[in-house]
């Protein structure tokens, strides 16, 4: 039974920041892409950061130069480092693994960043 379990969210202010975690049990988790989207009120949901076994990464435009996405293959978890935050960030935030070169995807259920005065 694969699970992606996330932790770190919550409410921030302006400029502020929080870590994301992504811990995942039931797969091999060095042969996974893991990444993260999120999902805004009334938006579509677009893909944040995704790194690869070997460390190679993908950033959007939008947070390029404020979030840092890292894994910890030992520790089977993914991390997203979130710096500089704005009010745009707000948004439900998911993990997903994805065997690479493959279609077999696993979702996280989601945690909610609030960035707000």
């Known amino acids: 039974q694969v699970q992606l379990v996330e932790s770190g969210g919550g409410l921030v202010q302006p400029g502020g920041s929080l870590r994301l975690s992504c811990k995942a049990s039931g797969i091999v988790f060095s042969a996974f892409t893991m990444g993260w989207y999120r999902q805004g009120p009334g938006n579509q949901r677009e893909q944040v950061a995704n790194?690869?076994?070997?460390?190679?990464?993908f950033y959007a435009e939008s947070v390029k130069g404020r979030f840092a996405i890292s894994r910890d293959n030992a520790e089977a978890t993914v991390y997203l480092q979130m710096d500089n935050l704005k009010p745009e960030d707000t948004a439900l935030y998911f993990c997903k693994a994805r065997r690479t070169g493959a279609e077999e995807t696993y979702w996280g259920q989601g945690l909610q960043v609030t960035v707000s005065s």
């Open positions: 790194i690869g076994g070997g460390g190679g990464k």
